[in-house]
């Protein structure tokens, strides 16, 4: 791994890492739902603030392995646009508790 950003294409991997973390929360599962992009699946988690989704990088996929991600055909999306997206992200972050580890400077877990 790199120790900081140089293309975009290790943008998309540190993204698919994090969203690994979403997925093995709420679940979530692929589906090719974008004709402009067929070669990308769209990766869809219905969280408690509503639907999310992102255009994973098929050489990132390996990265879902172990969360058993399945392939749904024509998942349906809820309409939702970018901005919406991280608004329901942005209400979600607030929502979840606090999941800390035991260091001294931040407390008990």
């Not at 294409?9 to 974008?34: K, N």
């Not at 994973?56 to 309409?79: A, R, T």
Request: hydrophobic share 30%; glycine share 10%; net charge negative.
């Amino acid at each position: 791994m790199h120790s900081e950003p140089d293309s975009g294409r290790t943008i998309y991997r540190e993204r698919a890492h994090l969203l690994g973390g979403y997925v093995a929360l709420f679940g979530g599962v692929f589906s090719h739902t974008d004709a402009d992009t067929p070669g990308w699946p769209v990766l869809y988690i219905e969280t408690p603030k509503g639907q999310c989704s992102w255009h994973i990088n098929p050489d990132d996929l390996d990265l879902f392995e172990g969360l058993k991600v399945p392939f749904v055909d024509n998942y349906p999306w809820d309409g939702h646009d970018t901005e919406e997206k991280y608004l329901r992200i942005e209400a979600l972050n607030l929502k979840l508790p606090k999941m800390t580890y035991a260091k001294p400077e931040y407390g008990s877990p």
